[in-house]
């Protein structure tokens, strides 16, 4: 069983907001981060400012505790856990530049799946790069890149197959105001951040369509037995969803002004189109993608998914979201 140990040094691949947070949240750890950048705007501004100029602009980053380079090489050079924070739709992109990820420890903090693929982010590393499961895990949980930059009370859950590895994990994002909770069930947390983000498109659209949050309630609470039922019928295994990684995700996804997944939904139930929708967006909502996806994947495991059925039909099929949601309220 591969062991992480103390003082391990840590890769970041990924620049946006949520890459920010984390990569902060090491840093007042004073823990060492080398930090692919691939954006010159951005890089420009960690190099010369010490911020990221695009993404939590007001957050200063020490430059002897974070080094920030175009080079994925160079940062896969000096470090041991590699965490992945990057859109799960250009990870193939960006990872197909490394030489080599022999001997890392791979820690997804993306709520994605590889398009085309069909994959999550640890399927993707375990099946194209061979690395085993004892050298993967991720990091999740009800977590706003603004609120957790901020030092809101927030709780993240550390998966992976080792529990020694998570307590090391653990010990490195956690923090008066990162509370971190450990678990071994990876596929289970992995697929419901992947499935809490198409339903919060169809809270978006709801709530877009004119719905209250009387029915918005019944819907994000269909949605999570639609979740549950998902996970444990494609994997069984001793999980209890209403956690935090699990329900807490899905809620703050569903109801929260920072989801770019509510926003993206909002957008089309006000009657935008799904491509106008898309680019009002400045930052990638995942369940765009993740609605396709599981789309292809549930028909291997013919699961009852009508809400995300219905997210799927309106992104994809041009149907009518006034339409697919009425249909949609005599089925919760």
Same mark, same amino acid.
């Given at each position: 069983?591969?062991? +992480?140990?103390?003082?391990?040094?840590?890769?970041?691949?990924?620049?946006?907001?949520?890459?920010?947070?984390?990569?902060?949240?090491?840093?007042?750890?004073?823990?060492?981060?080398?930090?692919? /950048?691939?954006?010159?705007?951005?890089?420009?501004?960690?190099?010369?400012?010490?911020?990221?100029?695009?993404?939590?602009?007001?957050?200063?980053?020490?430059?002897? $505790?974070?080094?920030?380079?175009?080079?994925?090489?160079?940062?896969?050079?000096?470090?041991?856990?590699?965490?992945? %924070?990057?859109?799960? %739709?250009?990870?193939?992109? /960006? +990872?197909?530049?490394?030489?080599?990820?022999?001997?890392? @420890?791979?820690?997804?903090?993306?709520?994605?799946?590889?398009?085309?693929?069909?994959?999550?982010?640890?399927?993707?590393?375990?099946?194209?790069?061979?690395?085993?499961?004892?050298?993967?895990?991720?990091?999740?949980?009800?977590?706003?890149? &603004?609120?957790?930059?901020?030092?809101?009370?927030?709780?993240?859950? /550390?998966? =992976?197959?080792?529990?020694?590895?998570?307590?090391?994990?653990?010990?490195? @994002?956690?923090?008066?105001?990162?509370?971190?909770?450990?678990? &071994?069930?990876?596929?289970?947390?992995?697929?419901? %951040?992947?499935?809490?983000?198409?339903?919060?498109?169809?809270?978006?659209?709801?709530?877009?369509?004119?719905?209250?949050?009387?029915?918005?309630?019944?819907?994000?609470?269909? =949605?999570?037995?639609?979740?549950?039922?998902?996970?444990?019928?494609?994997?069984?295994?001793?999980?209890?969803?209403?956690?935090?990684?699990? *329900?807490?995700?899905?809620?703050?996804?569903?109801?929260?002004?920072?989801?770019?997944?509510?926003?993206?939904?909002?957008?089309?139930?006000?009657? =935008?189109?799904?491509?106008?929708?898309?680019?009002? *967006?400045?930052?990638?909502? &995942?369940?765009?993608?993740?609605?396709? =996806?599981?789309?292809? +994947?549930?028909?291997?495991?013919?699961?009852? *998914?009508?809400?995300?059925? *219905?997210?799927?039909? /309106? $992104?994809?099929?041009?149907?009518?979201?006034?339409?697919?949601?009425? &249909?949609?309220?005599?089925?919760?």
């Amino acid at each position: 069983m591969y062991k +992480i140990i103390d003082n391990t040094r840590c890769g970041v691949i990924g620049y946006g907001s949520w890459a920010t947070a984390l990569v902060h949240t090491l840093q007042v750890n004073k823990i060492k981060v080398w930090w692919h /950048v691939r954006n010159e705007e951005i890089l420009e501004s960690m190099q010369t400012e010490g911020r990221n100029a695009k993404y939590l602009s007001d957050i200063e980053f020490d430059c002897n $505790l974070v080094t920030a380079t175009d080079d994925i090489n160079e940062v896969l050079k000096h470090c041991e856990l590699v965490l992945i %924070a990057t859109p799960s %739709a250009f990870l193939k992109n /960006v +990872i197909s530049e490394a030489s080599s990820l022999d001997g890392k @420890f791979i820690l997804s903090a993306t709520k994605g799946i590889i398009p085309d693929d069909y994959t999550t982010i640890t399927e993707f590393f375990n099946h194209t790069y061979g690395i085993p499961y004892d050298r993967l895990g991720l990091i999740s949980g009800p977590s706003h890149a &603004e609120e957790v930059s901020r030092n809101k009370l927030s709780y993240l859950t /550390v998966a =992976c197959k080792d529990v020694e590895n998570a307590n090391i994990i653990g010990k490195m @994002f956690g923090s008066n105001a990162v509370r971190i909770r450990h678990s &071994e069930d990876i596929y289970g947390i992995e697929y419901s %951040a992947i499935l809490k983000n198409i339903y919060a498109l169809a809270a978006g659209i709801a709530a877009g369509l004119g719905y209250g949050d009387n029915f918005i309630a019944v819907l994000a609470a269909a =949605c999570a037995r639609e979740m549950t039922r998902f996970i444990n019928d494609s994997y069984p295994f001793e999980r209890d969803t209403m956690d935090p990684a699990y *329900m807490g995700d899905l809620l703050v996804t569903s109801y929260s002004n920072f989801s770019r997944n509510r926003r993206l939904g909002q957008l089309i139930g006000h009657g =935008c189109t799904v491509k106008s929708a898309l680019n009002e *967006m400045t930052m990638v909502a &995942e369940g765009y993608y993740a609605a396709d =996806c599981i789309r292809h +994947i549930n028909e291997r495991h013919q699961i009852p *998914m009508p809400i995300a059925d *219905m997210v799927y039909d /309106v $992104l994809y099929r041009k149907a009518s979201p006034r339409k697919r949601m009425k &249909e949609l309220t005599y089925l919760l």
